[in-house]
């Protein structure tokens, strides 16, 4: 099914260029999440437990705090001033294994503000945050969690998503719209914790979706299901989804986040996923960011 949907995208590619905006210093390997508060611009490098910032003319860093592990997916909140990190353990060369991720909080500093975790075979992947809500999802057993206090609260059942991905809250925050990498869309209810997955128009389910963010009514997703990925965007039309493509191919190697300082959209582009697979393997110029303009 995933060809099937490659094969629909090549066909409908759009032809804007996306712009380079910077990439990560080499010695970088792997470039996870992206989150912007419209002036900084921030970065999970993972292997190397460090948040990267960057504003106009300057670069700068800070390190995971003690007692956390290694960043995954980003989130900008702007109520409270916090960027939200879901940090875990991935099966790579280096890391360490353990029972369970947390959901973390850091200041513009980095200084630890909070850390939740959902106890043994918590693995977060990504994490959205929008109107004070903040929303984190399990790529290995598809749920979802909602963060109630201090508590989070499953939106999603085990079983019931594959790989959970980005999330992002609809206007009028009753609903919570989910990238699943292996069932598509899905939009749940955030009163009745209804899940209703959401086919394109043709009828066929949008898999091999990572990041996703929305921008007024639309929904941006990066499609890395087949190479090169594509930058893809769709509206919520009923019981489906309206599929537009907005790029195509290079230089979208390998994408995976996306966010939006609300002029732009801002994507990693080349997260270095499969040559952080392998042992010693080179630096290849992993964490660009590319922006395109919003319409």
Not at 20 to 42: K, Q, Y
Not at 104 to 126: E, N
Not at 269 to 295: E, F, M, N, S
């Amino acid at each position: 099914m995933i060809r099937a949907v490659a094969l629909l995208l090549a066909l409908t590619a759009a032809t804007d260029a996306p712009e380079t905006v910077f990439s990560a210093p080499e010695h970088h390997r792997l470039v996870e999440g992206i989150a912007t508060d419209g002036d900084f611009i921030w970065l999970s490098s993972v292997l190397d437990r460090v948040i990267l910032a960057r504003t106009t003319g300057m670069i700068g860093s800070f390190v995971m705090p003690a007692g956390t592990l290694h960043p995954m997916g980003i989130a900008w909140d702007a109520k409270r001033s916090w960027l939200w990190v879901a940090t875990d353990c991935p099966d790579l060369p280096g890391v360490a294994k353990c029972e369970a991720g947390a959901l973390v909080a850091l200041d513009r500093k980095g200084r630890l503000k909070a850390k939740f975790s959902a106890g043994a075979g918590f693995h977060p992947g990504d994490v959205s945050a929008a109107g004070g809500e903040v929303f984190v999802s399990d790529s290995l057993n598809g749920m979802v969690y909602r963060l109630r206090g201090r508590t989070l609260d499953p939106l999603i059942a085990p079983g019931a998503g594959r790989s959970a991905q980005g999330t992002a809250l609809t206007s009028d925050g009753k609903r919570l719209v989910v990238a699943d990498y292996g069932r598509g869309v899905a939009v749940i209810d955030l009163a009745t914790k209804s899940r209703t997955v959401l086919p394109m128009t043709d009828g066929r389910p949008l898999r091999g979706i990572d990041g996703l963010v929305r921008v007024g009514e639309d929904y941006y997703t990066v499609h890395n299901g087949s190479s090169p990925g594509s930058l893809i965007r769709f509206r919520l039309n009923g019981a489906a989804i309206d599929v537009a493509v907005v790029h195509r191919g290079a230089p979208l190697a390998d994408p995976t986040q996306i966010a939006s300082d609300g002029k732009r959209l801002l994507v990693v582009a080349d997260a270095g996923w499969p040559a952080a697979g392998k042992p010693g393997a080179p630096p290849r110029g992993a964490g660009t960011v590319v922006a395109l303009p919003l319409p």
